[in-house]
């Protein structure tokens, strides 16, 4: 079983920035894929930004050049900087991983971008 709680939503001004924490209760490295969802309000659940192989990352076509995905493994630890926010960005963001065919969700951060 693995836990995954995320923190560092909140409210942010467009164009500001956040960072996303994501801390597993295991090590993060039996975890594959692992990254970043979001979902916004009526609308689907989908992909952000994950790393998919060692070493690999793999980004959402909107969110190129704004947002970066991180790891401390010895921290158990993935983040996502998020810069250049826009009210698109607007969502609940659940933290994600993967290990031996089985799906494992953080509880989600509400990320508002407004004025």
């Known amino acids: 079983q693995v836990q995954l709680v995320e923190s560092g939503g909140g409210l942010v001004q467009p164009g500001g920035s956040l960072r996303l924490s994501c801390v597993a209760s295991g090590s993060i490295l039996s975890l594959n894929p692992m990254g970043w969802y979001r979902q916004a309000p009526g609308e689907q659940r989908e992909l952000v930004a994950a790393?998919?192989?060692?070493?690999?990352?793999k980004y959402a076509d909107f969110v190129k050049g704004r947002f970066t995905i991180t790891r401390d493994n010895a921290k158990n630890t993935v983040y996502l900087q998020m810069s250049s926010l826009k009210p698109d960005d607007t969502a609940v963001y659940y933290c994600?991983?993967?290990?031996?065919?089985?799906?494992?969700w953080g509880q989600g951060t509400q990320v508002t971008v407004s004025s």
């Open positions: 994600y991983g993967a290990r031996y065919g089985r799906d494992y």
């Open positions: 790393f998919i192989a060692t070493g690999s990352t």
